[in-house]
């Protein structure tokens, strides 16, 4: 191995790859810097892919999220269509699929997450379909397009922020559309009960067709392509195309045979430090491990951003912490949910403003402090709710429940 | 196809013919313009996108929404009267010459 600069290598060009890339460079790096991305598209938003890309509002320009020549300007080498088929974190290389071998002085691992697959039989079947890159949207439109020739219904499993998003943009395209959630209510990890319902409401009032409690047993289809949906109750939900939506699973395997500590993810500290020295991770392929020992998975924009910042700092010897309150957004039809915190484990809740409005933010408490808040429409509560969960200051019940109290105020003090 | 200006933090300026329908956001991410970040793909929801329309032109310009307003109150770099969110602004025929300042930073 030689002495000279190899430079840094970076898995996954997604938003936690790119960010380390760029953030690298902002940082004074004057090495080489590769990002290698499996996809054959240069880095592109994922966030439209459910909404305005699958409504047909945009074009592939519009999805760029850095243009091939930009990363080039910053003398970033950006290799698309690549697969890592190896990492050896002792002779610091990795290997690709093609057999071509990379050495690194830092590596950045920001290989995402893949979607869970339907665990029933006929989930092969041509029209099941999952939503995570710009090709698997491009799939779902064309089986929009494919329901809407044929009068076909749209069935999506799981009721999650990804099901949902679907189910409002195939409505905003006149198709018909049933959610199938196998628990009793939507978004039951994330969301409060009077929340989870006031969502029902909002989809059942759009055309939806929610079934709760729904345990998909199989797919049917004919000639190989779906026809149908069938629940453990013996429903039949026939289908020209089902998403399914049942969360996803970080990919890890790379780290975990290269001898990297993973635990439903690539375990990292809040510096995005692995358990290997000169290896960062970021993303939605982490698990960060908080001061209690427990490990909590973010799959986010921000998580991407911040951590992939965090991983920079780490490569080039600094601490930089990322510990800021996670927030989130999902918009479907006109209303957009901005959650800050997390809101597991809250015993009591405030509405602030009235669900009837559609206006309004639901504050999560826990033993009297403040955890989260969920707003809809109401970006000013959201920001500010991101202020007072980074500063630890609790409103009462009391307080945040009175529209006229200004709850801005109590940071001031 | 209008002619909009955007002037990167380096004080380079770059003059993009963009179709009418796209954001301003869009148009520069598509066409490597550094200083923006638009980290939320532009759906209002990370301030990353944030500019300094020409003042003279504003008024030119739909009002911001309210969504947009709050999330300017959380942008990094200074905000001032003209700041508006890139994403938030379509391209149209009207707006043909329009010069944005992009501002130091984004994050």
Known sequence: MSNAAQGMVIIGAGQAGVQVSESLRAGGYAGAITLLGDEPHPPYHRPPLSKAWLAGEIDAAQLTMRAPEALARKNITLRTGVKVSAIDTAARTVTLSDGSVLAYDGLALATGATPRALPVPGADADGVLALRTRDDASAIVSHLQYCDEKGLPVVVIGGGFIGLEVAATARKRGLAVTVLEAAPRLLGRVLAPLLSDWYAQLHTDHGVGIVFNAQVSAIDSKDGHVTAVTTADGRRFPAGLVIVGIGVTANDSLAKAAGIECDRGIVVDACAHTSVPGVVAAGDCTARRLPDGSLLRLESVQNASEQGRSAAAALLGQERSFVATPWFWSDQYDK???????????????????????????????????????????????LLARKLLDAGVSPTLAQTADTTFDLAGLLEK | MPNITYIEPSGQSVTLSLPVGWNLMQGATANGVDGILGECGGSCACATCHCYVDASRLGELPPPSEGELAMLANVSSERRPNSRLACQIKVSDALDGLVVTLPPTQE
Do not use: C, E, P, Y
């Not at chain 1, 949910?337 to 403003?353: C, E, I, N, T, Y």
């Open chain 1, 336 to 382: 957009k949910l901005q959650m800050a915190g997390l809101s597991s484990g809250a015993d009591h809740w405030a509405v602030r403003g009235t669900l009837a409005s559609g206006a309004f933010s639901v504050f999560h408490f826990r033993g009297g402090k403040l955890i989260a808040v969920d707003s809809v429409n109401a970006s000013k509560d959201h």
